[in-house]
């Protein structure tokens, strides 16, 4: 499959994925949350974060994606997200940069070879990677207080892409069934002409046998009566 390919058929999720990593620096930039320094830092890692899902979703989302590659990808996605949420609270503030753990949550029930188990551990580390930033610079009270409002948004991307995948089979499938109907029309179509074909033969046949029957009759009346 080539590389338009791909674009094409993950076009919706990779905007989607875009426009939540993109305006969560563009926020936290607008808001002026960060030191020069710190905003710099977590937009070259929040670049790197953003190619590394790109990535993904374009060459893992095949039927059977390479098991140490997706492997390889989890870790990195998540690992690089808890660094950008360590960097952002460096500043005292919780910012926006939770968000960006989304998409890895979502990818696991794309592009993994068993996408339940993947989840499911995909999920709990996706909340690791804000409660252990935050207990280390704000200490255990205030993670468990703000962990909910992560876990919420975790469940809803599973439920929405759950939901997603089962829209994009149903429409795969009344694609598969509109081409084999496409298909036995043509066939029926073809095997229509071949039936007129053998009926205008057939039709014709006759004639030319009635037509012999009579003429050969006719020949042997004349004959008699000469």
């Given amino acids: 499959m080539s590389l338009v390919q791909r674009i094409e058929r993950e076009k919706g999720g990779l905007t989607a994925m875009l426009v939540l990593v993109v305006s969560v620096f563009v926020v936290s930039l607008a808001r002026g949350e960060h030191r020069s320094g710190t905003l710099s830092l977590l937009l070259i890692l929040g670049a790197l974060f953003l190619l590394i899902n790109v990535w993904a979703a374009l060459f893992l989302g095949d039927e059977s994606p390479s098991g140490w590659l997706t ?44 996408p339940k188990f993947w989840n499911a551990i995909v999920s709990l ?40 995948q089962r829209e994009r089979s149903a ?3 009344m694609e598969r069934l509109a081409t084999a109907l496409n298909e036995a029309n043509q066939k029926l179509r073809l095997y ?13 046949n006759r004639l030319a046998r009635d037509i012999h029957d009579s003429l050969g009759h006719y020949l042997t009346v004349i004959n008699v009566q000469l």
């Fill in 71 to 114: 492997g390889v990808y989890f870790p990195t996605a998540l690992i690089l997200a808890t660094v950008i949420n360590f960097v952002s609270m460096q500043d005292q503030n919780f910012g926006m940069t939770w968000l960006i753990v989304l998409p890895v949550v979502s990818q696991s029930l794309e592009i993994s070879p068993h």
């Fill in 125 to 164: 580390l996706a909340v690791i990677t804000f409660v252990w930033p935050t207990t280390q610079i704000f200490g255990w009270e205030v993670a468990a207080d703000t962990v909910f409002s992560l876990i919420p948004a975790i469940l809803f991307v599973n439920v929405f892409t759950r939901m997603a």
């Fill in 171 to 173: 429409r795969e499938n």
């Fill in 192 to 204: 229509a002409a071949q039936v007129e074909e053998l009926a205008t033969t057939k039709e014709r």
